[in-house]
């Protein structure tokens, strides 16, 4: 079936470093890439998305880009902040008869210091 | 403002001792769905709702049931819980869950501890 692999957590960096989390996925057809973030005690959030290859998702400086050949949908962002700190999940859809089900990774927690 | 709400959002009960936690949006959503998060899980879907009336089991759905009697609000019902569903839980709404690459929109989660 189909699954996502996320890089473990936590994810500790100094603030204006660079951020890296790993998001691979096994699917069958062709699906769309999203990541949410989920702030301490809130719900989750969508940070971007892409629905197909070679797809760049961007917003608030974050950056992913859908690699079907390596099946990869790789976060980054060039300069974090204290504010990023949160939990990160990497996710797939598909046009499956269970509509919008998602299908999560298991999140990678990322702290950053001053 | 467009949100999802639930209710309530912490809940500690005994087991065996019914249960059910609200959901509710006010964007005419008509996919509705629940998800427990566990450590080193992720996120799985329980149950969803493609509209009024419509519900079907998603990956994790034994010893859940839903109901979906108007179209802003889903309530998620545990009737006899147990330990192992001590859980964080969050309801989910999109515009149709037919739509490739629609955003679902979450609620802010509810936290179950079942003794």
């Known amino acids: 079936g189909n699954s996502v692999t996320q890089m473990e957590g936590p994810v500790t960096l100094s603030e204006e470093a660079f951020l890296t989390i790993n998001c691979t996925y096994t699917?069958?057809?062709?699906?769309?890439l999203f990541w949410y973030v989920q702030y301490p005690g809130e719900g989750l959030q969508l940070l971007l998305k892409?629905?197909?290859?070679?797809d760049k998702g961007s917003n608030k400086g974050f950056e992913a880009t859908y690699r079907k050949e390596t099946t990869s949908f790789h976060l980054e962002k060039g300069s974090v902040q204290v504010s990023d700190s949160a939990v990160y999940f990497c996710?797939?859809?598909?046009?499956?008869?269970?509509?919008?089900?998602?299908?999560f990774g298991q999140g990678t927690e990322l702290s950053v210091k001053p | 403002e467009a949100q999802v709400t639930q209710n309530p959002r912490y809940l500690i009960t005994v087991t065996g001792k019914k249960l059910t936690v609200t959901c509710s949006q006010n964007?005419?959503?008509?996919?509705m769905s629940w998800y427990r998060q566990d450590p080193g899980l992720g996120l799985r879907q329980i149950y969803y709702?493609?509209?009024?009336?419509?519900?079907d089991k998603g990956d994790v759905p034994e010893g859940y049931k839903v109901s979906r009697k108007e179209k802003r609000n889903f309530p998620l019902i545990l009737e006899s819980p147990s330990p192992n569903q001590t859980s964080l839980y969050f309801c989910?709404?999109?515009?149709?869950?037919?739509?490739?690459?629609?955003?679902?929109?979450f609620g802010p989660g509810t936290r179950l501890l079942v003794l």
């Open positions: 709702s493609m509209n009024v009336e419509v519900t």
């Open positions: 892409a629905t197909k290859a070679d």
């Open positions: 699917a069958t057809g062709y699906p769309s």
């Open positions: 964007m005419n959503h008509e996919y």
């Open positions: 996710a797939l859809s598909d046009r499956g008869n269970q509509g919008g089900k998602l299908i």
């Open positions: 989910a709404s999109s515009l149709s869950g037919r739509t490739r690459g629609e955003t679902q929109y």
